[in-house]
């Protein structure tokens, strides 16, 4: 009986669905996590500026990369804030 038919046929009991055999799990060829920390590492550090509404330290973001020198604010709470 095919694999569609006994799935058709599993209502009514009268068939025992094997069970799929799942596709083994791949080990990765290296170490990623190694990596990964090397990676990080490696990273020069962001620069940092103060927010002006809570004082918190806040770090630089590629979206700000064009403006860093006129952000003041951490976020659009604090700026709304002011």
Do not use: N
């Not at 799942?22 to 996590?33: D, E, K, Q, Y």
């Not at 860093?68 to 659009?76: F, N």
Request: glycine letters at 2%; a positive charge; aromatic letters at 8%.
């Amino acid at each position: 009986m095919s694999w569609s038919a006994m799935a058709a046929a599993r209502h009514r009991r009268d068939v025992a669905m094997p069970a799929r055999r799942r596709p083994a799990r791949r080990l990765p060829t290296r170490c990623s996590w190694i990596s990964d920390m090397a990676r990080h590492a490696s990273r020069q550090p962001k620069p940092t500026k103060t927010c002006a509404a809570c004082g918190r330290p806040f770090e630089w973001r590629r979206k700000w990369a064009a403006v860093w020198d006129e952000v003041k604010y951490c976020s659009d709470r604090c700026r709304r804030a002011r």
